[in-house]
């Protein structure tokens, strides 16, 4: 299990201040509001840093953080990935996961054929779609509905689905 949790992605600056404009990964932006301190990864390094101030455009989240006062400083952190510690992260409810959790899990029938590990999840409207891809490669793309997800076992790295028709 990941020590941290990837919460967005900086894009961009935002004025002259030092604010970063940023691709939240959480299902609910409004979440930035509690947060305290994040750590700012790039290819180089991870360095904490204290927030100073959240402000919302739309969908993105704009962050003021402590020691970024001008758009050359926040330029250098263009690209880099926002994390949170484990301890920190949001409550989820049951039935709930990380996608951090997930990704690489075995996706198995419930007839016990193995169909892959799991490589990415991504959303499309009403649910997630589980992306699946095989030994060689190959992707499957399945609903993470009820009908299909069986079961998911965090301790035992499986994901048990049911086919069914149409599906594959």
Same mark, same amino acid.
């Given at each position: 299990?990941?020590?941290?949790?990837?919460?967005? +992605?900086?894009?961009?600056?935002?004025?002259?201040?030092?604010? =970063?404009?940023?691709? %939240?990964?959480?299902?609910?932006?409004?979440?930035? !509001?509690?947060?305290?301190?994040? #750590?700012?990864?790039?290819?180089?390094?991870?360095?904490? #840093? @204290?927030?100073?101030?959240?402000? #919302? +455009?739309?969908?993105?989240?704009?962050?003021?953080?402590?020691?970024?006062?001008?758009?050359?400083? /926040?330029?250098?952190?263009? !690209?880099?990935?926002? @994390?949170?510690?484990? @301890? !920190? /992260?949001?409550?989820?409810?049951?039935?709930?996961?990380?996608? /951090?959790?997930? *990704?690489?899990?075995? =996706?198995?029938?419930?007839?016990?054929?193995?169909?892959?590990?799991?490589?990415?999840? #991504?959303?499309?409207?009403?649910?997630?779609?589980?992306?699946?891809?095989?030994?060689?490669?190959?992707? *499957?793309?399945? %609903?993470?509905? @009820?009908?299909?997800? !069986?079961?998911?076992?965090?301790?035992?790295?499986?994901?048990? *689905?049911?086919?069914?028709?149409g599906l594959i």
């Open positions: 299990m990941q020590k941290n949790l990837e919460i967005g +992605q900086i894009v961009n600056t935002f004025g002259i201040k030092g604010y =970063v404009k940023v691709v %939240p990964y959480v299902d609910n932006i409004e979440r930035y !509001n509690e947060l305290k301190k994040v #750590y700012v990864k790039s290819k180089k390094e991870t360095k904490e #840093y @204290e927030i100073e101030e959240v402000k #919302y +455009q739309k969908n993105m989240v704009l962050l003021k953080l402590k020691g970024i006062d001008k758009v050359e400083e /926040a330029e250098k952190l263009r !690209n880099s990935f926002l @994390e949170v510690d484990r @301890e !920190n /992260a949001i409550k989820l409810e049951e039935g709930e996961y990380f996608i /951090a959790d997930l *990704i690489g899990m075995s =996706v198995i029938t419930d007839e016990g054929k193995v169909l892959g590990k799991l490589d990415d999840i #991504y959303n499309r409207g009403s649910s997630d779609i589980y992306v699946v891809k095989d030994e060689l490669g190959k992707q *499957i793309l399945l %609903p993470a509905i @009820e009908e299909v997800i !069986n079961e998911i076992n965090i301790e035992d790295g499986k994901i048990i *689905i049911h086919i069914i028709e």
